[in-house]
């Protein structure tokens, strides 16, 4: 049995690497016959980076930027010299995980950092700029970004606005140079939601409650949202409201459209390209794949959802680990079957999964 580990990251408890050794793990101890290649994934949030590396074998360089409350950080962008290409992960500076869930803010935080990390891409002299956006602590669309690349943001009286969401509901005009080094950079923007800016479906009312929002919060972000797509597409004349995709992260990749011509595309797609990943569904008998939380967004784009698919098109059974599950009992296996108490779950995530991968192993066959 020739068996494929390719999970995502579990939300705030694992990295992708961490998620497949564990369940790695789990399937040896169980099954010591088996042959298992661990292959951790990303559809653009956290672990895009190190996915990309593996596949390319491009080599990561070190930076200095910030995190979503302006905290110095370090960080890392990928070169890829095969293809004359630079890859960014935002979250290296703006992710959610990075914020302890007491302070994080999400009508000041701001994607800065990730403005900077773009500057350091560039500074490598790429043909080609991928930012992969999931994972995100900031709901600003993409201004901050834009003003650590010079972008200024003015208010009625032409004053300066503060950085975050909140202050884009002041929003007037904004006045914009794109800089002469991004002259014939292609920017991929690497995502896994289609859900545009604003609206229903928007970035406020699906991922702001995620990024601690309370309802208040998003009836904020929303407004300043609204306003700052009506003025984007005033000043620059790039419409991004209802542009699908342009949700992602907070609107941060309505601001790589906006301001930097980027192109949205599926992060899967872009990773599971780099890896070949359907050439390696295609020599193995059983996918196991997984993320934290299992829900309707997994169908969405996501990394398990795309994996499901896929590996049914390519005619290989798929398993699902989860930490927890919004699916039919036994279409996903979660840790909830083990560990009910949802914070012990996390605390205790990669001896559970091992475990929940040993069990779901010795009975899979039996």
């Known amino acids: 049995m020739r068996v494929l580990v390719a999970p995502q990251e579990f939300k705030e408890s694992l990295a992708a690497e961490e998620a497949a050794a564990a369940i790695a793990r789990g399937l040896a101890t169980a099954r010591p016959e088996w042959t298992v290649e661990e292959l951790p994934l990303s559809d653009g949030g956290p672990g895009f980076l190190a996915a990309l590396a593996r596949a390319t074998g491009g080599r990561t360089r070190a930076v200095e930027t910030h995190d979503a409350l302006g905290r110095a950080r370090g960080a890392h962008v990928l070169d890829i010299e095969a293809t004359s290409a630079c890859a960014v992960e935002a979250a290296m500076a703006n992710g ?184 390696r569904l295609r020599r193995t008998d059983l996918v196991v794949t997984g993320e934290g939380s299992f829900d309707g967004q997994s169908e969405q784009g996501k990394t398990v959802g795309r994996m499901r698919r896929l590996a049914a098109e390519v005619g290989v059974p798929c398993v699902v680990f989860a930490g927890r599950a919004e699916a039919p009992p036994g279409e996903v296996h979660t840790l909830a079957e083990i560990e009910p108490d949802a914070e012990a779950s996390i605390r205790n995530a990669a001896e559970l999964l091992e475990e929940l991968a040993a069990r779901w192993a010795r009975s899979a066959l039996a």
Do not use: C, H
């Not at 009625?156 to 002259?183: F, K, N, Y």
């Not at 306003?227 to 409201?241: F, K, Q």
């Open 96 to 279: 959610l995980a990075l914020i302890d869930p007491a302070k994080r803010d999400p009508l000041r935080a701001s994607t800065e950092g990730v403005g900077e990390l773009v500057a350091a891409a560039w500074s490598g002299d790429p043909v080609r700029i991928v930012v992969g956006v999931g994972g995100s602590a900031t709901s600003d669309g993409g201004s901050g970004m834009a003003r650590a690349l010079g972008a200024r943001f003015r208010d009625e009286a032409g004053r300066d606005l503060p950085p975050g969401a909140a202050a884009l509901a002041d929003l007037a005009r904004i006045d914009w140079a794109p800089p002469e080094s991004l002259a014939g950079v292609e920017v991929r923007v690497a995502t896994d939601v289609t859900n545009p800016l604003v609206g229903p479906l928007g970035a406020a009312p699906v991922f702001g409650p995620q990024k601690g929002a309370s309802p208040d919060d998003v009836e904020v972000i929303e407004a300043a949202l609204q306003r700052y797509a009506a003025v984007l597409e005033r000043s620059l004349g790039v419409p991004v409201a209802d542009l699908p995709g342009a949700g992602a992260a907070g609107g941060l990749a309505a601001g790589l459209v906006a301001f930097l011509g980027g192109r949205i595309m599926s992060g899967f797609d872009v990773v599971a390209e780099a890896v070949g990943l359907e050439g």
